[in-house]
């Protein structure tokens, strides 16, 4: 590999420090995504059951110890949950709002990549086309072909550098769309469970008092 890096010149090591910005970048989001997304329906019976003791400072207790946005909105519902369905809502709503930012972050550094390694391989492959041009220009009218080989390798080096650069970081980065959105899919459906279960809990006190 460090033979074609060499052939491929300053472009070809260009696009293999945004391959490995991409790589380094993917990983580590995706193990923030794989902390950040628990099995929402087991989390939530654990919350409903102490919420039915009326123990609402516990059920606080087990949002701050898990991690992941969907937590985060329920402990938002529970401190607010002596207040109408709407204000509950809304508290859920902006509890999530300010998670979208930290699930997304660095993410556009994958999808920069997967755009930008082919136009780098481009820029490449262009370069060694003009350099090829004048070195047939200086030869002319007798040009050797091994005064032409290196410079076509270079030109094909930069090409399948880019492809196999930004190819991969596509992949990637749409794995992490889909991470992601499998994730907000888990704090809508956390936003309606909780306003039922907050609600059913309210008139159940209420008929008990009665």
């Not at 109408?84 to 809502?89: A, K, L, N």
Request: hydrophobic share 50%.
């Amino acid at each position: 590999m460090l033979e074609w890096l060499k052939i491929g010149g300053p472009v070809a090591w260009m696009i293999l420090l945004a391959g490995v910005a991409a790589t380094v970048t993917f990983f580590e989001r995706m193990l923030h995504l794989r902390r950040a997304q628990i099995l929402p329906h087991d989390f939530l019976q654990g919350i409903f059951n102490v919420v039915r003791r009326q123990n609402i400072t516990e059920a606080v207790s087990l949002c701050d110890e898990t991690p992941g946005p969907v937590a985060r909105m329920v402990r938002a519902a529970l401190l607010n949950h002596d207040e109408d369905r709407e204000t509950v809502r809304r508290a859920m709503v902006e509890a999530g709002m300010a998670e979208i930012p930290r699930l997304e972050r660095r993410m556009g550094v994958v999808a920069v990549v997967s755009r930008l390694a082919p136009l780098l391989g481009l820029l490449g492959t262009v370069l060694s086309l003009m350099d090829s041009l004048l070195v047939m220009h200086r030869h002319a009218p007798l040009v050797h072909s091994g005064d032409l080989t290196g410079i076509l390798w270079r030109a094909l080096v930069c090409t399948a550098a880019g492809l196999a650069v930004a190819i991969p970081s596509f992949a990637a980065y749409n794995l992490l769309v889909g991470r992601v959105e499998s994730i907000l899919i888990d704090m809508e459906r956390a936003v309606g469970e909780v306003l039922d279960q907050l609600a059913q809990e309210r008139r159940r006190v209420a008929g008990r008092g009665e």
